[in-house]
T-cell receptor, first 113, second 109 residues
Framework: DARVTQTPRHKVTEMGQEVTMRCQPI?????VFWYRQTMMQGLELLAY????????DSGMPKDRFSAEMPDATLATLKIQPSEPRDSAVYFC???????????FGPGTRLLVL | QQPVQSPQAVILREGEDAVINCSSS?????VHWYRQKHGEAPVFLMI?????EQKGHEKISASFNEKKQQSSLYLTASQLSYSGTYFC??????????FGQGTRLTINP
């Protein structure tokens, strides 16, 4: 059964370190989304891609966050340098495009000390 | 613009019914409902497209009134497994979803 996969599932790091999160979308899905979830802010869209091209990254702090899709099977989200306020669960979701729905991966729980 | 969900939380006994509402100040192309259990990812329940359609999924159904820019999720004869946080995601025209703050549903035996 097709699923979105994310690695790592958990990450603890120190402030100032680089963090890289990876996502493998469902095969055949051409749209990939990155979300951040916190108790205070809920589910926030950070960036999304269609056919590997970035369409919207307005939700992402540009100075420290970057998102890429080096190929159709891999999306990455990087934080450099990380800060304690980046602690959150980061979800990747993929969809077949158009107005179809999205399917979420299991998330990466990030704790920045 | 983030849609508003109500209520923010609800506690039920097993077998009772619940309604969760999602309201937007912007015109909507579709509404997507998800359920998230603690420590897990949101799981897709159903999508409602423009046209006022109502959809069902076991004892969970939903409606979408595009004129009022509202959607409601109906849970009938709730089961313990229905516990979790329910989110509506709204497509406001950019083919991306804006999620509400969630409604926490607790079902007690």
């Amino acid at each position: 059964d097709a699923r979105v996969t994310q690695t790592p599932r958990h990450k603890v790091t120190e402030m100032g370190q680089e963090v890289t999160m990876r996502c493998q979308p469902i095969l055949g899905h051409n749209t990939v989304f990155w979300y951040r979830q916190t108790m205070m802010q809920g589910l926030e869209l950070l960036a999304y891609f269609r056919n590997r091209a970035p369409l919207d990254d307005s939700g992402m702090p540009k100075d420290r966050f970057s998102a890429e899709m080096p190929d159709a099977t891999l999306a990455t989200l990087k934080i450099q340098p990380s800060e304690p306020r980046d602690s959150a669960v980061y979800f990747c979701a993929s969809g077949p495009g158009g107005r179809e729905t999205q399917y979420f991966g299991p998330g990466t729980r990030l704790l920045v000390l | 613009q983030q849609p508003v969900q109500s209520p923010q939380a609800v506690i039920l006994r097993e077998g009772e019914d619940a309604v969760i509402n999602c309201s937007s100040s912007k015109a909507l192309y579709s509404v997507h409902w998800y359920r998230q259990k603690h420590g897990e990812a949101p799981v897709f329940l159903m999508i409602l497209l423009k046209g006022g359609e109502q959809k069902g999924h076991e004892k969970i159904s939903a409606s979408f009134n595009e004129k009022k820019q509202q959607s409601s999720l109906y849970l009938t004869a709730s089961q313990l497994s229905y516990s979790g946080t329910y989110f509506c995601g709204t497509d406001q025209g950019a083919q991306k979803l804006v999620f509400g703050q969630g409604t926490r549903l607790t079902i007690n035996p």
